[in-house]
């Protein structure tokens, strides 16, 4: 994104960001770091310092300041199939009693990699990812089904993945 892109922002999308989360203040300039940083999460800060029009120390301090503040997080993404995860699930879990609860208690296990409390069939959403379907069977079946308030659960067998990004973008 160019410097003049970044200023062209404006002051009504920057409130709604705002106003929708209540999180940090996030200005164009942080917003346009971000999308480089989504792009290419090892771009140099140089290169992103000349695309949003900072200086490299600038870009510096602001990742540093958007990692500290919970905004984001660098991290390396790997394809759970060449690791030796041959079995992902989705797995729907509803639940009698503090749905919060049960949900710490998900998102504590090394096997669930992705744990949200929703609205609508389920209570939980939880994505599991395994080494193959014994392990499914064990993790879902000893481990998730035992966890107090937990009183039903339905999975979904990840035949093949067809697409996994995080280039939302900052919109």
């Given at each position: 994104m160019h410097s003049e892109a970044v200023a062209s922002r404006s002051a009504d999308q920057k409130d709604s960001r705002e106003s929708r989360n209540g999180g940090p203040h996030l200005d164009a300039v942080s917003?346009?770091?971000?999308?480089?940083?989504?792009?290419?999460g090892r771009r140099p800060y140089?290169?992103?310092?000349?695309?949003?029009?900072?200086?490299?120390?600038?870009?510096r301090q602001r990742v540093q300041k958007l990692l500290d503040q919970g905004v984001m997080q660098i991290v390396a993404v790997t394809d759970p199939l060449?690791?030796?995860?041959?079995?992902?699930?989705?797995?729907?879990?509803?639940?009698?009693?503090d749905v919060e609860s049960v949900a710490e208690a998900l998102a504590a296990m090394s096997e669930c990699e992705y744990v949200v409390m929703t609205a609508g069939s389920f209570d939980l959403m939880v994505e599991v990812v395994c080494e193959d379907d014994d392990h499914l069977l064990e993790v879902i079946n000893r481990r998730v089904r035992a966890v107090p308030g937990v009183r039903s659960t339905e999975?979904?067998?990840?035949?093949?993945?067809?697409?996994?990004?995080?280039?939302?973008?900052?919109?």
């Amino acid at each position: 994104m160019h410097s003049e892109a970044v200023a062209s922002r404006s002051a009504d999308q920057k409130d709604s960001r705002e106003s929708r989360n209540g999180g940090p203040h996030l200005d164009a300039v942080s917003l346009a770091i971000i999308e480089q940083l989504q792009e290419d999460g090892r771009r140099p800060y140089a290169a992103i310092g000349k695309a949003v029009g900072l200086s490299e120390a600038a870009v510096r301090q602001r990742v540093q300041k958007l990692l500290d503040q919970g905004v984001m997080q660098i991290v390396a993404v790997t394809d759970p199939l060449t690791v030796g995860f041959r079995r992902q699930a989705m797995v729907g879990v509803n639940v009698e009693g503090d749905v919060e609860s049960v949900a710490e208690a998900l998102a504590a296990m090394s096997e669930c990699e992705y744990v949200v409390m929703t609205a609508g069939s389920f209570d939980l959403m939880v994505e599991v990812v395994c080494e193959d379907d014994d392990h499914l069977l064990e993790v879902i079946n000893r481990r998730v089904r035992a966890v107090p308030g937990v009183r039903s659960t339905e999975s979904f067998v990840y035949l093949k993945l067809k697409k996994q990004t995080y280039m939302w973008g900052t919109r």
